[in-house]
Structure formats: C-alpha cells, structure tokens
C-alpha cells in the first residue's frame, strides 16, 4: 500500500483537469461570497504546475511536493495560493528524499501539512474555509486505515468527508478571509475553498485508482 512517485504525478495531472473542469464551478461559488476568481486561480494553478513537472522531472516525492508548493505559491492569486502551496510544502518537507512512503506515513505527513495551513490561515472547523473539507478527510483516512481497511477504500471514505465537510459550510457564516467580511450575508453559500479542497482529495483518489489498475479505469 505504498504511495509512489507515479501516484503524486498522476494526482496533479488528475487535479489539473477535475480544477479545469470546475473551473466555472468554482467561480460562480467565489462570486457569490469572495472576488470571483478562485475558478481561474486554481486552474492555472495546477496547469503551471503540469509544465513545471515535465520540465523538470522530480524523481522523488518531496522535491515533487516541494516544486508544486513553490508554483502554487508563485501562480495562484488571493490567499489561495499560500495556503496550498503551504500544504505541498509541508508535505514535500515531510517526505523528503522518498521515493514512497507507506499509507500511515502518508496519513502523518498529510495531518501535518494540514494543520500548518490552519495554522497559516488562523482557520479551524466551522470557520467556512477549506480546513473544513481537509481536516474530516485526514481523520477519515487516518480511521478507516486503523481500522484495517485498503488504502483505495479508505481514500474514498476521505472524499465522501471532504465533501459532506464542503456542504456542511453551506449555513456557517464565515469567519476567515474575503467572505468573513459579509457577515451573515456569507450564510448559505459554499466555501470555495472547500469545494477545490474536495476536488484535490477526489483526485489523489482517483489517480491510485489509476495507477494500480490502469486498465480499469475509463480515460
């Protein structure tokens, strides 16, 4: 059950298109409570970290989170950009000089990386952001592994919790970034944050998927 290079590869080609895809998506919901960009952000975002892969070539994990943390960080606007690319970062930090990591390290590195962008965005649960779509996942991951479950299982338990996290900020009212400055007015809206967070877990999902049984999985 180990995660490998070819997996984080094939998670960032997978995050780039499901970020293009919703890039629309991800507008509308930033137009009702936030400055209408965060579609256009995330997408080229992740198409600059495309380039700079092939460019580059990593061969192991940490430098691979390391190069998407720091093109994040130079591509997408807003607070957007620092609080993923603080989350590649930490991550690439974490499993530095890996070429896999076991699904529990994983699991460890990601809480960590988490927690930093709480930390950076000064967000905990409830505050409407993304922490509310990563944080249930993490623990998501962390149980259904305790518990014994195969890591393609319990990657798919994660997402089902990012995205009921994702619909659960619907009736908060924001309390961190762009929307916390509507007051009540951000009630009854989705966090944008969340739903590309929940777009981002889908995607690390759906690349082991693809990575274990390539010819199972329809293009």
């Known amino acids: 059950m180990d995660l490998t290079l070819d997996w984080a590869l094939a998670w960032m080609r997978r995050a780039a298109e499901l970020m293009g895809a919703n890039r629309d998506y991800l507008t509308q919901l930033d137009a009702a409570i936030g400055d209408a ?21 990593p061969t192991e994990l940490g430098a691979t989170f390391r190069l998407v943390g720091m093109t994040l960080l130079a591509t997408v606007g807003g607070a957007s950009g620092p609080l993923y690319g603080t989350l590649f970062l930490e991550l690439g930090k974490r499993v530095a000089g890996r070429a896999e990591v076991g699904a529990q390290e994983w699991v460890a590195a990601l809480r960590a990386a988490i927690e930093m962008v709480a930390q950076r ?3 905990q649960r409830g505050d409407k952001t993304m922490i509310d ?23 798919r338990a ?8 994702m619909r659960a900020t619907i009736p908060l009212q924001a309390r961190r970034g762009r929307a916390s400055y509507l007051g009540e007015r951000s009630i009854g809206h989705q966090d944008p944050g969340a739903t590309s967070s929940a777009l981002l877990l889908r995607a690390a999902a759906e690349a082991w998927t693809m990575t274990q049984s390539p010819h199972e999985v329809s293009p």
Not at 37 to 57: T, Y
Not at 158 to 165: F, I, R
């Open 133 to 155: 779509a990563l944080l249930p996942a993490v623990e998501t991951l962390d149980r259904e592994l305790t518990q014994g479950g195969d890591l393609a299982t319990a990657l």
């Open 121 to 123: 965005g000064q967000a």
């Open 37 to 57: 960009d965060h579609g256009a952000n995330m997408d080229r975002g992740f198409r600059a970290v495309l380039q700079k892969l092939d460019n580059d070539h």
């Open 158 to 165: 994660a997402v089902v919790a990012a995205e009921e996290g």
